[in-house]
């Protein structure tokens, strides 16, 4: 069976001809050695032209096409194409891999670069959003992310000279990047008029901000900033493609084929046009050039590399060269040289020295060549081309001999006969030709037989014959020379061939796979003397094979590095060396053979390091020289832990054996659940029963998990014992003999590993994402929780030496490996392990980076590289064969490891070579451990052996036997030497746990003690307990009865082997007999104490699946099967008496009732029905009667009493027990998810409340309480253990922490309703880019409006008057200065509608901050000046400032943002310094819809956002690294607030719509607890507003009703009733003293307010009165300096209250709800005016800086005007009402209602005679105030298509401009309202005031992305050259004034929301305000004038 190994020789890559120049550039580098790097197909290729030598670098298993060099230049960074493309660096010394950059990327990594230190490396992705990335690439881990570009990136480059900035170009962009936090934000650069916007291909940074770029039309563009300021023209006269920065200054390359070179200043210094020198050809085009000293290195398309020296740069090397463009199919080796030939696409063929390394001749053709072969001499080399014809050349001098064209098709292969008289040539046409060579190659025959194309031919020996394969598949045979096809195969029976290039064929069956008919090899070639075959294939491998090989499927090596399709492979003439070509790569890769005599001498070479090995894992040969699998091992290998989603499984398995499949993965409940809510609402509406107050509590597990996991049982440091069962970490107290539980899983635990210290312990899951627990073995508390990368379970976890990593495998197909740092929770590296079952993974105790992994049929030994695992398998050697592995440890020293094998061997490696194997157990060695001076090992043949530290000798076994059974055992042996599957030493002992479920302790001295035991493999269902004593009984598929002790001795008192499996067992009412039902059908009696039998029936063929005796005398005995029938025996005489038919499905319960009449059953199809006893007369009893009758035991899930105890999602699960207590008031159930609930009895009604318990994995599948109900015993199906549940009554309710979760369902009542809160909830944030107009225009926007000619356009000279003003101006000054800028100077305004907790001291009281619109404000209390942080794009909703010294007025704020892409529009976060407004970090984040709450840790350094999304994702952050540390959903419904505890970093409290969350962050996880309620009576979970924090783990939590709950850990402890008569909004902890503050809604009242100040635990009060003059005060943040209370209410005020004297301040005033229609500014003074819809008018003072006075209207307010002399003013309101007040006195001088709908602007004539009133009505109406006050309507103005939106009257009053809501401005006569319409006369109108947005002098204000949005407001400056607008985007922006030209250049200005209602310049044009519509706030600009 030779051909079922790999052939035992090998090929080493010795050299690769060729550079990739097409499509990639930049790539060409000398490293520190000066060495050139650079790659080809998949290979990095270091070549160093000293020594004409090449070093490879194979880590890539696809196409190369980026590479970047290290600033120290040893190492490299390259990345590569594929679906899951990754970046290696690498050291260019050794070729060895140093990190692996992964998981991020798709379809491949176009640019990449390294930062000035290296530290950190960039990359771009090939995806549609051209991702980039920012890696700490040591670590292997991504610092930051964000889509690049929608168009291709070209380059990318650090800045050099400034930190944190990089520059990214491409096609028709360049973009200057900030990277903070974790957010890298862009700014497009701007070309301006400086050059043209085009594709920018290269770019180098230079200092000062300056970047210099390369462009495709060959000039170098210059920038500065973001700014282009500069270009130098035709510095090249195509395309750019490559720049490269040195010291001495730049060089650059180009498509016409020039290097230039530049100074530091970019004068040019010199050109190197490469066309010119005697190497060069037109086309040449330079793809890279890099500079160092003297050197330039060049490399072109067309994969030539020159070098060139400076002082003599007309004569530069060609030091590579290779094939270029088109594909490479075409190769020949020379018979009796060492040369090769190839011939390409390219039109070129090319000899090459394959020992000089180098190509020795090339002559160019007129066509593409497809294929070559030189005559047997040598003398003569034929080519085939495309076109159909053949040239052969003289190879001497490359002259032509013939040239003949006979065929149309392409010629594909041809080749010279063995005796050199004839060639073949074969071609697409399916035909091959024969010509003689002598005469001068004359056709003289013809093969006609295929069908297909000519893919391969070979002659025979003697040159008689001729074999072709085709396209199709065929091999066909000729006779020479005249081509008839040979039809009879006999007379082939002798005929040797001259070569063996044929695919198919007996010889080369082997090389397909078993089952595949794909056609996907190119090329191969045998070597006759070797015995081997080289083949090639379209996936870039090349493969050595034995010759012949036979049989499909054969092993084989492989060997990578060409890209895609290898085409052609051959050996050489003497079969030294292989060369390979390929196609897409161009490249000839030449193989050093290295024969199996010499691989002896070679051991080093055998592995080579690649992240695919090289002996092929895929060869699927039958394994029959492998031993069978153990049986044990076999079963395992099936286990798959996947869980079926679908759960209706129940009927299809009458049988119920399924243990894994019958259970959805726990995590996919809450989604049930949600599919499950239509149901839950018509449920809520009826009231439902509470949970019970009795409890129980995990006491006690019989069980371990030894049958499919091994090494999971170890000694704590303390000398307990750890190990797992279902789903619970138990940790056994062996003198005590008493257990503690870790329940934090939440299904099945599959292994264990203990930390080197041995108190903390790894616990691995099954799950869909399934999780690693490290948890404490003294406090069984989590310390991590490690998930994310695993899926549907983790099998092995290990610890490394120094305690601080864990390694982990998974079960999925890839078996991942992943190794963690745990305690950050941080994955560092990850790698798929293997295709077959892994069940092991060791880390190397020396080397932290090093670990092994073995399982079936391998071992692997890896090293860590940043972010992946570089594997290299076992080496046993040529004739080795390696075993499944099941167990391994490492040695003594480092290199030394051993492996337990499947035969029963230890094998003994050293590195990854085995030196020698070892016998050590019959059967598998499961088990091993190493000791300080030797090892210990445990097998299947139930021996422990010890052994010396060499695995010399054995020193002792112990067998493990009864005999052994030291007295003190817990249980008993279940057989002799039982399979041993874990063992560990400590205490002087050592420790075994046994595939039976059995833990014994054994002396060194040999006495064994059982400590723990329990059922073995196979579902436990049947359960009973003993009507009077601690007792219980259990059968299982096992085939086992026992008998366990529940009082406190817990062990097993008897077990007893069934001849089958049984389902259910029951004792009789005198507890002496114990009947048992088997699954053949039959059941029998046994003694109770001795369990021997005393009668036995077999009357049934299905499994027996209920067994009752009769109450009292036990006179009958009920046996139910899943025949669907239930018989009667009578137990005296022992005959069957009746029979109870009438189920239609299997019988799953049955009970009696007390008078033993009675038979209640339970059947699958969910009856419940009625029997008596004892005939089986079936009864017919109606529910409401069977509610009166008394039953003597209650096991029944069926019928009105317990119809509450099915869940919800009852279709998907089973409810498979129930049982009552003797008092009849709790009922337990157990059902398929695991869980263990208690219900109040009777359960009537839908979905009872409950308290439910975890700790069983799988089903439960029966539940029993014992005789005096102190115990509750439950057993699982598939999880094997028996678990008892002490049971707490009422009395003893403990606060102590209860295992229990409560019930599924929030509770229906509802948490409370209040106005605020709802509106909160139902909010929607605008986002900005997103916003849609505020006003319901219609119409043609004006930028898309056609102008009409004006009538006469004018002549160039013209005699008309010169055009007027457009507007009046007001003497500003002499000289018109225009306004260059403005600067925000003051806000009015507070976020308090929506806003939480954002108003707080800094400075000691100082200075306050708090937030509106988009900006961040500081208050100076003293002074009244506002600083502004305007980093934010988009509205803040959550501002948090940090409290801890370290970081001294640090603040975050999060924003609303869009979807969480991580793009610039993204909700982010910004940490920022209060007093120099620097942002330290930006953290984008994927909380769309943005971020509603955020907080600082109590050491400052971590910081908790709460998102918006539909989950409230909750996110913790280490801010300063802009590292997200741990994110989870938080609750489906709104989160308010979420706070760190004030002395914690880990714990934390989300309060909100209806719950309140007690949360921990364990490593990289975070765990949550629900509140829980049910400790007080009549205690309902409210919606929680607030949230503060007391010592003793004390939390509060304000809630929508007024209350405060007052919770210890996450119990509810008490309540405080009405703290507030209304929602308590507001909560704050002065960290100082504890006091704390609440602040809710309320009337303000004698004795109440909305503030409270409160003592540490909440019990005295004293309540402060805000003075505001509100009829309610809605307090929505408080805060606590020194003695004084800092409050921001819902109405935007800001009041500071003092403590002593309760003193009010009001600091801050804003209007409360907007949107502010109505700006006015004083015509004289800087004050104005705002009217909102809050109903208020208010007069500021900008030098003031306050609001002076307001009014109430009443109503909403729109628009506001003063007149000319500022002494009235107009006021419209919402309702068509206007009032006129006069300004000192502000009483009301006339008020009028005229119209129904809003007044949208009022406007006084200059000349004051006239009121202009535009409405909603389409109108306008004029009033005369020289009348007085009685505003009789003068004229309106009609035909006005639209409502009005501004009106300008003209400076003689005579005319008004009217701009309306179709987009069309009007002109009016004043006071006619007539239409003026001639445009000559309106050209000529001169205005007083220009507040419109429409008309041609504003066009250009209308910006190009106005499609859903509009341009709201308008005003020119008084000086008539400037002009401000607001919009629906949020911005201000300056234009120049008239702007006639579409999309005018402007400046825009950043910070208000989304819509600028209104703008106005105050007088002598000093300041802007501006005021919004969503953040009801007004910004005041300050004007910064151009200078004179």
């Given at each position: ?556 090596k492989k060997y990578l590095g060409h890209s895609a399709h290898v085409t052609n492979v051959r050996w050489s003439h003497d079969y030294q060396w292989v060369i390979s070509i390929g196609g897409a790569d161009h490249s000839v890769f030449q193989w050093k053979f290295v024969p199996e005599r010499k691989l002896k001498d070679a051991l080093h070479i055998a592995p080579q390091e690649s992240l695919v090995d090289s002996n092929s894992e895929e060869s699927d040969s039958d394994q029959s020289d492998v031993p069978e699998l153990d049986s044990e091992i076999e079963q395992e290998t099936q286990l798959t832990y996947r869980r079926q989603k679908d759960l209706l499984f129940r009927y299809a398995q009458l049988q119920r054996t399924c243990i894994f499949s019958a259970k959805v993965y726990k995590e996919d409940l809450p989604q049930l659940k949600e599919q499950c809510k239509e149901k839950r609402k018509t449920a809520a509406s009826k009231r439902r029963e509470r949970a019970p107050i009795n409890s129980i509590r995990l006491h006690f597990v019989h069980g371990y998990r030894g049958y499919d996991c091994r090494s999971n049982l170890f000694y704590t ?235 010399e000798r054995c020193l002792k076994t112990y067998a493990i036997k009864r005999a052994a059974l030291a007295p003190g055992s817990k249980g008993l042996l279940l057989e002799d030497n039982p399979s041993i599957r874990a063992i560990s030493l400590g205490h002087g002992h050592i420790l075994v746990g046994t595939k039976n479920g059995e833990i014994l302790e054994v002396d060194k001295s040999g006495p064994i003690t059982l400590l723990v035991q329990g059922h073995m493999e196979g579902e436990v269902w049947g359960l009973a307990t003993h009507p009077h004593l601690p007792i219980c009984a259990t059968v299982s598929d096992d085939k086992t009865l026992r008998i366990w002790d529940l009082s406190p001795s817990h062990c097993m008192l008897a077990v007893r082997k069934l001849k089958k499996g049984g389902r259910c067992c029951c004792f009789s009412p005198d507890g002496k007999a114990l009947a048992v039902g088997l699954n053949d059908g039959s059941f029998l009696m046994v003694n109770s104490d001795t369990l021997e039998d005393l009668v036995s029936f077999h009357h049934r063929k299905d499994v027996i699946s209920e067994i009752r005796f009769s109450p ?551 309540a402060f009165r805000l003075e505001t003059g509100q009829i309610i005060d809605c307090v929505r943040s408080v805060c606590r300096g020194k003695g004084k209370i800092l409050v921001g209410t819902k109405n935007a005020e800001i009041i500071e209250v003092g403590e002593k004297n309760a003193a009010c301040n009001l600091l801050i005033n804003g209007h409360m709800d907007g949107p502010i229609w109505g700006l006015a500014t004083h015509p004289s003074r800087d004050v104005f005016l705002s009217a909102a819809d809050d109903g208020t008018v208010r007069l500021w003072d900008i030098a003031d800086k306050k609001m002076v006075n307001k009014v109430n209207l009443g109503n909403a307010a729109q628009t506001v005007s003063y007149s000319p002399e500022g002494d009235m003013v107009a006021i419209g309101m919402k309702n068509g009402e206007f009032i006129i007040l006069l300004v000192n006195s502000l009483k009301i001088w006339g008020k009028k209602r005229d119209r129904r709908s809003a007044i949208q602007d009022i406007r006084f004539s200059p000349d004051s005679h006239y009121l202009a009133v535009g409405s909603s009505e389409n109108a306008v109406d004029f ?166």
């Open positions: 069976m030779a051909d079922r190994s790999p052939p035992n020789c090998h090929l080493r890559l010795e050299w690769v001809y060729g550079y990739r120049g097409h499509q990639c550039r930049n790539n060409l580098y000398y490293t520190a050695a000066k060495e050139i790097v650079y790659f080809v197909a998949g290979v990095g290729v270091v070549y160093s032209p000293r020594e004409h030598r090449q070093k490879f670098y194979l880590g890539h298993q696809d196409d190369i096409i980026s590479l970047a060099l290290h600033p120290e230049r040893v190492l490299v960074a390259t990345g590569q194409v594929g679906k899951e493309p990754y970046i290696c660096v690498w050291d260019s010394y050794t070729v060895q891999t140093i990190s692996v950059m992964k998981d991020v990327h798709t379809h491949g990594i176009a640019c990449l670069a390294f930062d000035v230190d290296g530290q950190r490396l960039l990359s771009v992705g090939l995806d549609s959003k051209n991702t980039i990335c920012v890696w700490d690439w040591r670590k292997g881990k991504m610092l930051s992310m964000a889509p690049g570009h929608t168009d291709r990136i070209f380059d990318i480059s650090w800045d050099l000279y400034q930190p944190n900035k990089l520059v990214s170009c491409g096609v028709k962009h360049i973009k200057f990047w900030s990277l903070c936090g974790n957010s890298l934000t862009p700014k497009r650069g701007v070309f301006g008029k400086t050059g043209d916007l085009q594709t920018i291909l290269c770019l180098a940074c230079a200092r000062d901000e300056v970047t210099y770029s390369g462009a495709l039309n060959g000039d170098i563009y210059v920038w500065k900033g973001i700014n282009l300021i500069r270009t130098i023209q035709g510095a090249h006269a195509a395309g750019i493609f490559s720049m490269n920065a040195c010291e001495e200054g730049f060089a650059t390359g180009g498509r016409d084929g020039c290097v230039r070179l530049w100074d530091l200043n970019f004068k040019p210094i010199t050109v190197i046009d490469l066309r010119e020198t005697d190497q060069g050809y037109k086309g040449l085009s330079v793809r890279s050039v890099c500079w160092r000293g003297d050197h330039i290195l060049v490399g072109t398309q067309d994969s030539e590399i020159f070098e060139i020296v400076v002082h003599e740069r007309n004569k530069p090397f060609l030091i590579m060269q290779g094939h270029c463009e088109g594909e490479l199919w075409a190769l020949a080796v020379h018979p009796t040289k060492p040369l090769a030939m190839t011939g390409s696409d390219d039109r070129s063929v090319r000899i090459w020295s394959l020992i000089d390394h180098a190509l020795i001749a090339r002559c160019n053709m007129e066509e593409p060549i497809r294929c070559a072969a030189v005559s047997t001499d040598g003398i003569h080399l034929a080519l085939g081309m495309k076109d159909g014809s053949f040239t052969v050349l003289r190879v001497r001098d490359m002259t032509e001999v013939v040239h003949i064209k006979d065929r149309k098709e392409a010629i594909h292969e041809l080749k010279y006969s063995s005796d050199g008289n004839f060639l073949a040539v074969g071609s697409n046409d399916s035909s091959v030709d024969i010509y003689g060579v002598v005469q001068r190659y004359k056709k003289v025959g013809e093969c006609v037989g295929s069908s297909s194309f000519i893919t391969h031919m070979d002659w025979s020996l003697d040159s008689k014959y001729l074999q072709t394969n085709d396209g199709s598949g065929k091999r066909l045979f000729y006779r020479m020379p005249g081509g008839k096809e040979v039809i009879n195969k006999e007379e082939l029976k002798g005929v040797q061939w001259a070569s063996w290039t044929s695919i198919s064929g007996l010889e080369v069956n082997g090389i397909w796979p078993k089952y595949s008919e794909i056609n996907d090899i190119n090329s191969v070639d045998a070597n006759f003397m070797g015995q081997v075959l080289v083949t090639a294939d379209d996936y870039g491998i090349v493969k050595l094979f034995r010759y012949p090989c036979l049989r499909k499927g054969a092993k084989f440091q303390t000398g307990e014992i750890v190990y797992h069962v279902a789903a619970v970490g138990v940790v056994y107290n062996r003198q005590q003999n008493t257990q503690r539980f870790y329940l934090g899983h939440d299904d099945d635990i599959l292994c264990l590993a203990i930390h080197p210290l041995k108190d903390y312990v790894a616990t691995g899951q099954v799950g869909r994402d399934c999780s690693i627990h490290i948890w404490d073995t003294e406090t069984i508390k989590p310390l991590s929780v490690l998930k994310g990368y695993h899926q549907y379970g983790v099998c092995a976890v290990d610890f490394s030496a120094d305690g601080k990593r864990i390694a982990s495998v998974g079960i999925d197909d890839n078996h991942t490996i992943v190794l963690w740092d745990w305690r950050k929770g941080e994955k560092l590296s990850a790698i798929r392990g293997s295709k077959d079952k892994i069940f092991v993974v060791k880390i190397n105790p020396f080397m932290p980076d090093k670990l092994i992994t073995a399982g079936i049929k391998h071992i692997k030994f890896w090293r860590r590289a940043g972010g992946g695992l570089i594997g290299k398998k076992g080496y046993v050697g040529p004739m080795g064969k390696i075993d499944t592995m099941m167990c391994a440890v490492y040695g003594w020293t480092e290199e030394m490891s051993f492996s337990g094998t499947s035969t029963g061997d230890v094998c003994i490696w050293r590195d990854l070579f085995l030196i020698k194997t070892v016998k050590a157990h019959d059967g598998p060695v499961f088990s091993m451990h190493a000791l300080e001076k030797g090892f210990v090992t445990g097998g299947k043949d139930g021996v422990v052996a010890l052994w010396d530290d060499t695995f009292g005398a036990g006179k009958y005995l009920a046996v139910a099967s899943y025949d669907s029938f239930a018989d009667i025996y009578n137990v005296m005489s022992s005959k069957r008496v009746g029979i109870c038919k009438g189920a239609s499905s299997y019988i799953t319960h049955m009970d009696w009732d007390i008078r033993g009449k009675l038979l209640q059953v339970n059947t699958g199809a969910k009856e419940q029905l009625f029997f008596e006893a004892p005939r089986g007369k079936k009864q017919i009893i109606p529910s409401i009667e069977a509610e009166k009758i008394s039953w003597s035991s209650w096991t029944s899930v069926l019928g009105s009493c317990c119809e509450g105890i099915w869940p919800i999602i009852g279709e998907v699960t089973d409810v498979t027990a129930s049982c009552l207590t003797s008092d009849s008031t709790v009922l337990a159930t157990g059902d398929d998810f695991g869980f263990v609930k208690l219900f109040r009895y009777p359960a009537k009604g839908k979905y009872g409340k409950f308290k439910r318990y975890v700790a069983h994995s799988t089903h439960v599948t029966n539940v029993r309480w014992t005789h005096d109900d102190s115990l509750l015993v439950s057993v699982g199906g598939g999880d094997t253990s028996l678990m008892l549940w002490t049971h707490e009554m009422e009395g003893h309710r403990e606060t102590r922490q209860c295992d229990s979760e409560e019930s599924d369902l929030d509770s229906e009542e509802d948490g409370g309703y209040d106005s605020d809160v709802t509106r909160e909830n139902e909010i929607n944030y605008t986002i900005k880019a997103l916003s849609t107009n505020i006003r319901p225009m219609f119409g043609i926007k004006p930028h898309l409006q056609q102008k009409e000619p004006s009538i006469d356009e004018r002549p160039p000279v013209s005699r008309a008057l010169p055009q007027p003003e457009k507007l009046q101006t007001n003497n500003v000054g002499k000289k018109k200065r225009p306004i260059e800028d403005l600067v925000l100077e003051l806000v009015f305004g507070y976020r308090g509608r929506d806003g939480r907790n954002n108003v707080h001291y800094l400075n000691d009281g100082a200075d306050i901050i708090y937030h509106t619109a988009s900006v961040g404000i500081l208050y100076n209390v003293a002074t009244g000046s506002q600083t502004f942080y305007q980093e934010h794009n988009d509205d803040i909703l959550c501002l948090t400032i940090n409290q801890h010294p370290k970081f001294i007025n640090l603040v975050a704020t999060g924003q609303v943002g869009d979807s969480a892409d991580m793009s610039a529009t993204a909700p982010c976060i910004h940490v920022w310094d209060a007093m120099n407004k620097q942002t330290l970090s930006v953290l984008r984040c994927y909380h769309s819809k943005g971020v509603c709450s955020v907080g600082f840790s109590a050491t400052g350094k971590l910081l908790l956002s709460v998102g918006l999304d539909p989950e409230h994702t909750i996110t913790i952050w280490k801010w300063q690294e802009g590292a997200k540390i741990a994110s989870r959903a938080g609750h489906n419904q709104r989160i308010f607030v979420a706070e760190f505890r004030p002395d914690s970093d880990t714990q934390f409290v989300s309060v909100g719509v209806k719950h309140v969350r007690f949360w921990t962050l364990a490593g990289r996880a975070l765990l949550s607890k629900k509140g829980q309620t049910s400790s007080i009576e009549d205690a309902r979970m409210q919606t929680m507003l607030s949230v503060a924090f007391g010592a003793n783990n004390l939390t509060f939590t304000g809630t929508i009703s007024g209350d405060v709950c007052v919770w210890k850990e996450h119990i509810l402890n008490r309540i405080v009733g009405k703290a507030h008569n209304g929602p308590i909004f507001a909560m704050y902890t002065t960290l100082r003293d504890g006091l704390i503050v609440t602040g809710g809604k309320e009337r303000p009242s004698k004795e109440g307010g909305a503030v409270k100040l409160w003592d540490q635990e909440l019990r005295r009060c004293r009033y005369d105030l020289t009348l007085g006050p009685t505003l009789n309507r003068a004229s309106y103005c009609k035909d006005i298509p639209s409502f009005v939106i501004q009106m300008d009257f003209s400076a003689d009053s005579c005319y008004l401009q009217v701009s309306t809501g179709s987009y069309k401005r009007q002109v009016y006569e004043v006071p006619s309202g007539k239409q003026l319409l001639d445009q000559i006369l309106i050209d000529r109108i001169t205005w007083a005031t220009w507040t419109s947005v429409l008309g041609d002098e504003v066009v250009g204000i209308w910006s190009r992305h106005a499609e859903k949005a509009d341009v709201n407001c308008a005003c020119v400056s008084h000086s008539g050259i400037s002009l401000v607008t607001g919009d629906d985007f949020g911005m201000v922006k300056l234009f120049d004034f008239p702007c006639p030209e579409k999309f005018a250049k402007h400046k825009r200005f950043l910070g208000h929301s989304a819509h600028v209602t209104n703008i106005r310049f105050t007088s002598g044009d000093r300041y802007v305000v501006s005021a919004g519509g969503d953040d009801s706030s007004i910004f005041v600009w300050k004007c910064v004038h151009m200078p004179h």
